[in-house]
């Protein structure tokens, strides 16, 4: 099956900086979906990208998809104390019933 | 979106006993998963929970240890039967609920 994998999978910063996480995975897509988990509880849906689009903005986020390169990377600017948490990928598989497969995760840690 | 209601949201076993974990849905669902997340790690799929059929596990995860109901279109359990310590990890159910993905805000389980 197919594993998502970021990097770097841990990413230490100041605020007010950007952070860049990416991710990696094996086979054919629908979607590609960044989550983040806070203190190792559940998972907030953060952005969706779909496997015809390129890149796709929410508020700070940035979120690019290269099929051809099967990598995403997700961009948090000017980021704040609040963001700290893990960040983890999810690839909606285009065969088969629709399950998510994630990552391995990104864990940020922003000091004020 | 929908909204689960996922209890208890923590609990501390003795070894070689049972723990059911519930979650409810605020709307109906047709098909609702079960994830585990072990200490540090990523997601990994337990099984997917389709109401009135069995539920389909992943590689790894049977039904005896991880038995699953889903009575309706609202509700399901997930049961960590004769638990050890290495079933210490955060489970967390979960839906896609038109064309988005929902989670549930886990259950840690320490097991001693």
């Known amino acids: 099956s197919q594993q998502g994998e970021e990097d770097p999978q841990a990413l230490s910063i100041q605020e007010g900086e950007n952070a860049t996480m990416n991710c990696s995975y094996k086979?054919?897509?629908?979607?590609l979906q960044w989550y983040r988990q806070n203190s190792g509880r559940g998972l907030v849906h953060l952005i969706l990208?779909?496997?015809?689009?390129r890149e796709k903005h929410s508020g700070r986020l940035r979120v690019t998809l290269d099929t051809s390169k099967k990598s995403s990377s997700l961009l948090i600017t000017a980021s704040r104390a609040a963001d700290t948490a893990s960040y983890f990928c999810?690839?909606?598989?285009?065969?088969?019933?629709?399950?998510?497969?994630f990552g391995k995760g990104t864990m940020l840690l922003v000091s004020p | 979106s929908a909204v689960i209601s996922q209890k208890p949201s923590r609990d501390i076993c003795q070894r070689g006993t049972s723990l059911t974990i519930q979650c409810q849905v605020d709307?109906?669902?047709?098909?609702m998963f079960w994830y585990r997340q072990q200490p540090g790690q990523s997601l990994t799929l337990i099984a997917t929970?389709?109401?009135?059929?069995?539920?389909?596990?992943e590689s790894g995860f049977v039904i005896d240890k991880f038995p699953i109901s889903r009575p309706n279109l609202t509700f399901s359990t997930l049961t960590v039967s004769n638990m050890s310590p290495e079933d210490s990890s955060i489970y967390l159910c979960?839906?896609?609920?038109?064309?988005?993905?929902?989670f549930g805000s886990g259950t840690r389980l320490t097991v001693v």
């Open positions: 999810a690839t909606d598989a285009a065969s088969g019933y629709s399950t998510l497969t």
């Open positions: 086979t054919s897509i629908n979607n």
């Open positions: 990208i779909r496997s015809n689009e």
């Open positions: 709307s109906q669902v047709t098909m």
């Open positions: 929970a389709n109401q009135g059929s069995e539920a389909t596990y």
């Open positions: 979960s839906l896609n609920h038109r064309g988005g993905y929902t």
